[in-house]
């Protein structure tokens, strides 16, 4: 027996039994035991708990506090609880209980709705007491019948279904539903439908500020059949009392589109009821994917302010990009700096996140509002985000966090401090950090880049007018220079030697040289390479980042040449270059980490790099001319949009 047959038979075999006793107290008592489970539900149901408060963010985080939305989603649950006792009370409500507990607003508009003589659709969404509207239709002496849809319990929804025919409710069923809802509508008669949960075959409009999925029936049939439109919504006064709003009849605007018809309608009614939703916010259905079907995904990059993180996280949110696209999502991209208050707060919240749990963690953030400087604290609750991605160990505890609080989905790239990997949905790591083995991380050979042929192109475009006459891709070689770290010393002198080498390669070959620094390159080394190349006629460019940078020289560099030559100390530079499928040339430099060096053999045993001393550049470029061999770019980006698939 599955999940939800247990479920079915333990609603059932529940509503058959408490409901008799239920119904022996006081209408007041019984709804005092509902708020009381709903307080149970809150406390214990922390995965639904979790989702009401991220997606009321969502709808309110731009306007409300956290502590507001705290407060609203146990509102929600007081509500919840209350209309679940409703359901018990089912066939004690008859007419003196509606006159006693029930008031109506706008009754004067049902019989506006039914002189047009063509059927009378109410509209609603999944908001106040869902039971309580159908009956009291069925009360009011209204010709109501009630859509009902096929549910996953079969057993409880048959019962429910009983209590409803006893209250004077007349039902559709899955059969012939749609002709029976024509024959209802050209009687003159009355039908309730709801606008939200559209699902997968809904219409996506803008719903509390986002892209949702919603039900169109019923404006597809009020617009072919002439039917009225009625929106209705109700809330909870207090206890068993409920107000009843009922809208005038929604003149439907008509057009040669018809699709455009029924989207525009649509969006005019979904308007109307996010009018009460935020009136009454308690009172709407909260504990689903709401946006699950947006055309819309937010993606947030959580920065530390390194711009090697920053880039490898903004290759992975490209390749997020893509892979929503291929679904026809659209992706928005927004960048938050993550500045801590002081490098011992740093660690201090990450260990506390070592103890956060979904009980206490979601709306409350104290931790991280302690560690992180006011601006920071005001743009992170300022987003609702579906992706969360880092890069570093200092940011990912901040990643973490976010996406419980934001029911997100959460990569992270490099190891992840001390965190358990299952706070995460993605970790890509690099092979030379010796991984874990687990199903949530993807392996990469290097760091992820934003190398695309797409992006050579443009970078390749941005730096052409800068060039006097930019050569061919087969007549130029491509040198990237960085420079020093904490660990390591790039050496002037080595750099000198492959310099030299270099020119004598581009003379012999009669080819022109294209050639970069970093911010990172030292002063002696930059004087190196002024004094090598500085009057080479043959260099066509030189930039000396420390004093001119420009932004698009790497990537011009490497979508203008075959042959590249780069310097050992960057991981990130190498893979970028490895990813352009150029013929790469890594030359030696003394200093280097044990893990370093490992990086640097792994890719040159895989054909990704040639690895050379600096005295044998030249031999190794006068090699790849000579053979012209096939090159292989690292398959990274490749992994990692596989990996994707199966977490988005």
Not at 161 to 180: F, S, W
Request: net charge positive.
């Amino acid at each position: 027996m599955n999940r939800d047959s247990v479920t079915d038979y333990l609603g059932c075999l529940l509503l058959k039994s408490a409901g008799p006793c239920l119904r022996l107290l006081p209408v007041g008592f019984v709804f005092w035991l509902g708020r009381r489970l709903g307080d149970l539900v809150h406390f214990f149901d922390a995965r639904h708990r979790t989702l009401v408060y991220a997606n009321l963010k969502t709808a309110f985080g731009g306007t409300l506090s956290l502590a507001a939305l705290r407060r609203i989603t146990h509102a929600f649950y007081h509500s919840f609880g209350q209309n679940i006792m409703e359901i018990f009370l089912i066939p004690r409500i008859d007419r003196r209980y509606v006159d006693r507990y029930i008031t109506i607003e706008g009754k004067e508009n049902i019989e506006a709705a039914f002189h047009n003589g063509k059927g009378v659709i109410f509209v609603s969404v999944h908001a106040g007491s869902w039971e309580l509207s159908n009956i009291l239709s069925a009360n009011l002496g209204v010709p109501f019948w009630m859509f009902v849809r096929e549910q996953k319990l079969p057993r409880l929804n048959r019962v429910l279904n009983e209590y409803r025919r006893q209250r004077g409710c007349r039902l559709l069923q899955k059969e012939n539903q749609l002709r029976e809802v024509i024959r209802v509508l050209k009687s003159n008669e009355a039908i309730g439908m709801t606008l939200d949960q559209g699902g997968r075959d809904g219409l996506p409009v803008d719903f509390m500020g986002r892209s949702a999925s919603m039900a169109y029936g019923a404006v597809r049939l009020a617009l072919k059949y002439g039917a009225a439109v009625v929106p209705v919504f109700s809330t909870r006064l207090r206890g068993p009392r409920i107000k009843m709003i009922i809208q005038p009849p929604v003149v439907l605007q008509r057009s040669g589109d018809e699709e455009k018809a029924v989207r525009d309608n649509l969006q005019s009614l979904v308007r109307i009821f996010e009018e009460y939703i935020r009136r009454y916010p308690q009172e709407y259905l909260w504990s689903y994917r709401i946006w699950k079907y947006s055309v819309w995904r937010e993606v947030l990059i959580v920065s530390d302010g390194k711009t090697g993180h920053l880039r490898q996280s903004q290759a992975l949110a490209q390749l997020v990009s893509r892979h929503y696209q291929a679904r026809q999502i659209q992706t928005r991209m927004r960048t938050v700096e993550v500045r801590f208050r002081a490098p011992l707060v740093k660690m201090l919240q990450a260990c506390s996140s070592l103890f956060s749990n979904r009980l206490t963690c979601p709306g409350c953030l104290q931790c991280l509002r302690r560690a992180v400087d006011p601006a920071t604290f005001q743009q992170l609750c300022g987003v609702r985000p579906d992706i969360i991605i880092s890069c570093g160990s200092s940011v990912a505890p901040v990643n973490a966090l976010l996406a419980r609080e934001n029911q997100a989905k959460s990569l992270a790239i490099l190891k992840p401090a001390f965190l358990d990997f299952k706070k995460f949905d993605l970790v890509v790591m690099p092979e030379h950090d010796h991984p874990a083995r687990r199903k949530n991380v993807v392996v990469t050979q290097g760091a992820l880049n934003l190398i695309t042929p797409e992006y050579l192109r443009e970078q390749s475009d941005q730096l052409s007018p800068l060039l006097a006459a930019p050569p061919g891709q087969d007549a130029c070689i491509g040198v990237l220079l960085g420079g020093d770290t904490k660990q390591f010393r790039l050496p002037p002198q080595t750099v000198r030697t492959v310099l030299e080498q270099v020119r004598q390669s581009a003379e012999a070959l009669n080819v022109s040289l294209l050639v970069t620094t970093s911010r990172r390159t030292s002063a002696p080394v930059e004087a190196v390479a002024r004094e090598v190349l500085g009057r080479e006629e043959r260099c066509k460019l030189l930039v000396i980042a420390n004093e001119r940078n420009i932004p698009a020289a790497v990537g011009g560099i490497l979508g203008m040449s075959r042959i590249t030559v780069v310097s050992p100390e960057s991981i990130s530079m190498i893979s970028e270059a490895a990813s352009s499928k150029n013929h790469v040339i890594v030359f030696t430099a003394p200093g280097l980490s044990a893990r370093h060096q490992t990086f640097l053999q792994s890719c040159a045993e895989k054909k990704y790099i040639y690895l050379a001393e600096p005295d044998e550049v030249s031999g190794v470029i006068a090699m790849i001319r000579a053979r012209q061999p096939q090159t292989v770019a690292l398959p990274d980006a490749q992994r990692v949009s596989q990996a994707l698939e199966s977490v988005l």
